[in-house]
């Protein structure tokens, strides 16, 4: 299951961001325990043990022994409501990220413009085209350009996971105790050992034959990705923009008194204001 961080890129455009991130965190649990570890229950408890065919869907079985008919379509319109959903949620993300990057001089400048709604439009106008173009490549170049996209995602997401759980350890030792709004479980054993187990998973795609080209052009695509933020900031830092002024206080800058000179954690739209804060109400976004 991946996505739940979405939330916390999502709640920084909602009227009150700290209540909407402790109430999806609460909710992932139940979302697992449901989606996930009951629907797995109630296959085991519905079909025998030895009825499983490959290549086969077990709820489109568990659905027909049961004697529902059109089992099969049935489940083929969840499944599309599914990628639709995640197609929404992904480009709703990947266009603010890239409104933070253009915001930090880290991508285009244009893509920092808002329509008159304050929404980043360029940003989600360009994140469909990249996305048409990957359709384009499944269609053009599916054994080559496509399979490479697709490979070379395998691992990026454990990758963003294991960075999430090192940045709230190190955000949350600098936050202080009053200012923690949801606090993690036997912290921070719980956060060490996730750390430990998704860098085990990572060793054993490794030593896997079928997992390791996923690893190796996970780890290429990561490393493009890292050296060209190097590059951004020597180039930044060049041109003497490595730092610049905060809106600790949005009201208060759009006053135009003296903001902090530190750099930004988090930037997110807000009505039809640019607001940046810092990385203590929302540390999961960007270290």
Request: glycine share 6%; with cysteine; hydrophobic share 55%.
């Amino acid at each position: 299951m991946v996505g739940a961080e979405v939330v916390t890129i999502a709640a920084a455009e909602s009227r009150e961001p700290r209540r909407a991130i402790q109430k999806a965190t609460r909710s992932v649990v139940a979302r697992i325990a449901i989606f996930f570890i009951g629907s797995v229950f109630l296959l085991v408890v519905i079909l025998p043990w030895n009825s499983v065919e490959l290549g086969a869907s077990p709820y489109v079985a568990a659905l027909k022994h049961m004697g529902l008919s059109g089992a099969d379509q049935l489940m083929n319109a969840v499944v599309l409501t599914a990628v639709l959903s995640c197609l929404n949620s992904g480009l709703y993300t990947s266009s603010r990220m890239l409104f933070v990057l253009a915001d930090r001089r880290q991508a285009p400048a244009w893509l920092v413009q808002l329509s008159g709604r304050g929404v980043p439009h360029l940003a989600i106008l360009f994140s469909s085209a990249v996305g048409f173009g990957c359709v384009l490549m499944a269609w053009l170049a599916p054994n080559t350009v496509f399979l490479f996209l697709l490979n070379s995602s395998g691992a990026v997401i454990l990758f963003v996971y294991w960075l999430i759980a090192l940045s709230q350890i190190i955000l949350r030792r600098r936050t202080p105790a009053e200012k923690l709004r949801v606090k993690m479980w036997f912290f921070p054993v719980l956060s060490i050992l996730t750390l430990a187990a998704i860098t085990g998973v990572l060793v054993q795609m490794a030593f896997d034959r079928s997992a390791r080209g996923q690893l190796w052009l996970s780890v290429l695509s990561w490393a493009v990705v890292v050296g060209m933020y190097f590059v951004s900031v020597r180039r930044r830092g060049r041109r003497g923009e490595l730092r610049h002024p905060v809106c600790v206080n949005s009201t208060a800058c759009s006053n135009g008194s003296q903001a902090e000179d530190s750099p930004p954690r988090v930037t997110f739209v807000a009505a039809s204001a640019l607001v940046t804060t810092r990385g203590s109400v929302m540390p999961t976004v960007l270290p």
